[in-house]
């Protein structure tokens, strides 16, 4: 099985902070993909869903699902630290369907506000450059409005709950 995902390359990897290495994910970053994403779900945001929504969106960040999403094409990207000797440690994560939905733009506690978000926001946009113009969307979660508004996101419209999880549709204009 290949571990590439179709549609993304080195060429595409973002500069990032000091330390901090964006590239394109494989499906050899899967686990951690999938424990990063959970950890920071349930401290920032199952607590704003019903108890369906929570399963639902744990569910979703489980390792089968992440695995199917990046094996079908959905752009991915990781960010990552050097950890001494040993592998690097995995501390931000950037999904996209494509053409152009954001689904996830999760960042390590301990390394947000450092400009990781912003390095990965790069590595997205000029990953989907070869999709149609228009307006990169996510529906962001209650905690991240204010960081996707930092970025220069904008809302498109008011909260909304489907699937008992809240959200806020919002985008980014592209060229």
């Keep these: 099985m ?13 500069a990032a902070p000091t330390g901090i290495r964006v590239r394109p994910a494989t499906l050899a970053d899967v686990e951690a993909i999938s424990a ?3 950890a920071l779900a349930e401290r920032h945001i199952v607590g704003d869903c019903s108890a369906e929504g929570s399963a639902r969106l744990i569910a979703a960040m489980q390792p089968g699902p992440t ?4 094996a ?17 440690a995995l501390v931000g994560v950037a999904c996209v369907r494509l053409p152009a939905h954001l689904y996830h733009l999760f960042v390590a506690d301990h390394v947000q506000r450092r400009g990781v978000a912003r390095a990965l926001l790069e590595a997205v946009v000029a990953g989907i ?16 409005v204010p960081a996707y508004a930092r970025m220069g996101f904008i809302p ?8 008992g999880i809240p959200s806020t549709p919002m985008q980014l204009l592209r060229r």
């Design 2 to 14: 290949a571990t590439e995902p179709p549609g993304i390359d080195d060429r595409q990897a973002a």
């Design 36 to 38: 990063l994403t959970t």
């Design 67 to 70: 695995r199917e999403r990046l």
């Design 72 to 88: 079908s094409g959905h752009r991915t990207w990781v960010a990552e630290v050097e950890a001494g000797p040993g592998p690097a």
């Design 129 to 144: 450059a070869d999709q149609p113009d228009g307006a990169l969307t996510l529906n962001a979660s209650r905690v991240g």
């Design 156 to 163: 498109t419209g008011a909260e909304c709950t489907a699937f």
